[in-house]
């Protein structure tokens, strides 16, 4: 890397990262996640909106050998990113309601996927890509089936849900929606490319890679924390031991064929769910990711976007993903959470919090696109429908208050006082 190069990256950085935190500010002044504001600010600054309107602006600001670099930091906050969401993504509990959880992550998964899939049995003729037709019709249905279990937690807690009933069972329900969601994309990427190998060789290595971590690693780890060894660790080399170890694993899972991010996400789920190692992991490694590295996947991913390519069929497209992935969400948890014993407002409630997307959905579509699963229209197409349907979960969670507190007085003002 020259010196020019260096000073075009650092500029780059300052600028995304700057720009990030702008849009999330905005957009949690205005009631929604910050993340969103985020995805957004990346997408402005492709050539939806900078590199349209002011071009020689937008080479000086991500100039073309800049963009490497950029892209090379916004998969280092992913690995992170991913091994946070791992860590996390046990922490919710299922308690009593493990019924519940149960069918609703059933229902939340199921509906979603068969949906996603019927949409892209239609608009395959208009989206085909080299990759294949199977592989096109499996992906598109774990693209709408994903919840964004961190996205969704940062809505439970700005709401005051957290810890309540209903936000451990959203929770809970997520939790295990994006396990299983997360692992069949593994399968899809698998089955879209095997690199010249025997098509049997990803799966088998994947699956091993998968028990040694669940069933080796993570009872070791458990073991030596029961003997106190990780309590003599200081936060400073556990965070040095977990990030080297996430880097680890996502180049296994990249030189295996698959995306860099499995790795991480499997690494999180094996790690032992101790407090140290939480809190150094969702507090110091998260905060780099968020605050620097992250920033840059947003607008490398934004980068991908183009809105001005968009027709009036690729309009009519994003209509249908967006009715798609709201209603197979809502009606595939709402479902099975009435029939289970929720109320019909907390079956709405549980529905609709699931239908967060956010920043997990433009992770997969990121890892569809680079694994030539997506074209530049329908990946622009579900972008926007990952935004939408999450900047939609608090006004319609505010409108089911609403109704349940207008329920409540209709029946207060019917009741009248029996005569003595």
Same mark, same amino acid.
């Given at each position: 890397?020259?010196?020019?190069?260096?000073? +075009?990256?650092?500029?780059?950085?300052?600028?995304?990262?700057?720009?990030?935190?702008?849009?999330?500010?905005? $957009?949690?002044?205005?009631?929604?996640?910050?993340?969103?504001?985020? %995805?957004?600010?990346?997408?402005?600054?492709?050539?939806?909106?900078?590199?349209?309107?002011?071009?020689?602006?937008? +080479?000086?600001?991500?100039?073309?050998?800049?963009?490497?670099?950029?892209?090379?930091?916004?998969?280092?906050?992913?690995? &992170?990113?991913?091994?946070?969401?791992?860590?996390?993504?046990?922490?919710?509990?299922?308690?009593?309601?493990?019924?519940?959880?149960?069918?609703?992550?059933?229902?939340?998964?199921?509906?979603? $996927?068969?949906?996603?899939?019927?949409?892209?049995?239609? %608009?395959?003729?208009?989206?085909?890509?080299?990759?294949?037709?199977?592989?096109?019709?499996?992906?598109?249905?774990?693209?709408?089936?994903?919840?964004?279990?961190?996205?969704?937690?940062?809505?439970?807690?700005?709401?005051?849900?957290?810890?309540?009933? *209903?936000?451990? %069972?959203? =929770?809970?329900?997520? #939790?295990?929606?994006?396990?299983?969601?997360?692992?069949?994309?593994?399968?899809?990427?698998?089955?879209?490319?095997?690199?010249?190998?025997?098509?049997?060789?990803?799966?088998?290595?994947?699956?091993?890679?998968?028990?040694?971590?669940?069933?080796?690693?993570?009872?070791?780890?458990?073991?030596?924390?029961?003997?106190?060894?990780?309590?003599? &660790?200081?936060?400073?080399?556990?965070?040095?031991? @977990?990030?080297? @170890? @996430?880097?680890? #694993?996502?180049?296994?899972?990249?030189?295996?064929?698959?995306?860099? &991010? $499995?790795?991480? $996400?499997?690494?999180?789920?094996?790690?032992?769910?101790?407090?140290?190692?939480?809190?150094?992991?969702?507090?110091? #490694?998260?905060?780099?990711?968020?605050?620097?590295?992250?920033?840059?996947?947003?607008?490398?991913?934004?980068?991908?976007?183009?809105?001005?390519?968009?027709?009036?069929?690729?309009?009519?497209?994003?209509?249908? #993903?967006?009715?798609?992935? *709201?209603?197979?969400?809502?009606?595939?948890?709402?479902?099975?959470?009435?029939?289970?014993?929720?109320?019909?407002?907390?079956?709405?409630?549980?529905?609709?919090?699931?239908?967060?997307?956010?920043?997990?959905?433009?992770?997969?579509?990121?890892?569809?696109?680079?694994?030539?699963? =997506?074209?530049?229209?329908?990946?622009?197409?579900?972008?926007?429908?990952?935004? %939408?349907?999450?900047?939609?979960?608090?006004?319609?969670?505010?409108?089911?208050?609403?109704?349940?507190?207008?329920?409540?007085?209709?029946?207060?003002?019917?009741?009248?006082?029996?005569?003595?």
């Amino acid at each position: 890397m020259t010196s020019e190069v260096l000073s +075009h990256v650092l500029l780059s950085l300052a600028f995304v990262v700057a720009l990030a935190r702008l849009g999330g500010f905005l $957009f949690e002044r205005a009631g929604q996640p910050p993340v969103v504001g985020e %995805i957004v600010a990346g997408i402005l600054a492709g050539p939806s909106l900078l590199g349209l309107i002011a071009p020689q602006v937008s +080479h000086l600001l991500l100039p073309a050998d800049a963009k490497p670099y950029l892209n090379m930091l916004a998969q280092l906050g992913l690995v &992170i990113f991913m091994l946070v969401v791992g860590l996390e993504v046990e922490t919710a509990t299922l308690g009593r309601r493990a019924g519940t959880v149960g069918a609703v992550t059933l229902g939340a998964t199921l509906l979603p $996927f068969l949906l996603g899939l019927l949409l892209a049995v239609v %608009i395959w003729p208009w989206y085909t890509v080299d990759a294949g037709r199977t592989p096109f019709l499996l992906f598109v249905g774990v693209a709408v089936a994903i919840t964004a279990f961190p996205v969704l937690a940062r809505i439970l807690r700005d709401r005051g849900m957290s810890g309540t009933r *209903m936000g451990s %069972i959203a =929770l809970a329900c997520a #939790a295990m929606i994006d396990v299983a969601a997360w692992l069949a994309l593994a399968g899809v990427i698998a089955l879209a490319g095997h690199g010249g190998r025997p098509p049997w060789v990803t799966p088998a290595l994947v699956i091993g890679f998968v028990l040694l971590m669940l069933l080796v690693v993570r009872p070791g780890l458990a073991a030596a924390q029961r003997r106190g060894a990780l309590d003599r &660790i200081s936060p400073r080399a556990l965070l040095i031991a @977990a990030l080297v @170890a @996430a880097v680890l #694993a996502a180049w296994f899972t990249e030189s295996i064929g698959l995306h860099s &991010i $499995f790795g991480p $996400f499997i690494l999180g789920l094996a790690l032992p769910r101790v407090e140290s190692v939480i809190d150094v992991i969702t507090t110091r #490694a998260a905060d780099l990711s968020s605050g620097l590295l992250l920033p840059a996947f947003f607008v490398v991913a934004g980068m991908g976007v183009d809105v001005t390519a968009l027709g009036w069929r690729d309009a009519g497209v994003l209509v249908a #993903a967006v009715a798609v992935s *709201m209603i197979g969400k809502i009606a595939g948890a709402a479902g099975p959470a009435r029939l289970t014993g929720l109320s019909h407002r907390d079956s709405l409630t549980l529905g609709v919090l699931l239908s967060t997307r956010g920043l997990t959905e433009l992770v997969v579509l990121s890892v569809g696109a680079a694994a030539g699963l =997506l074209t530049t229209t329908l990946y622009t197409v579900l972008v926007i429908n990952a935004v %939408i349907t999450t900047l939609a979960t608090g006004p319609l969670l505010s409108l089911i208050e609403r109704s349940d507190r207008k329920s409540v007085n209709r029946k207060d003002q019917s009741w009248t006082p029996a005569s003595t």
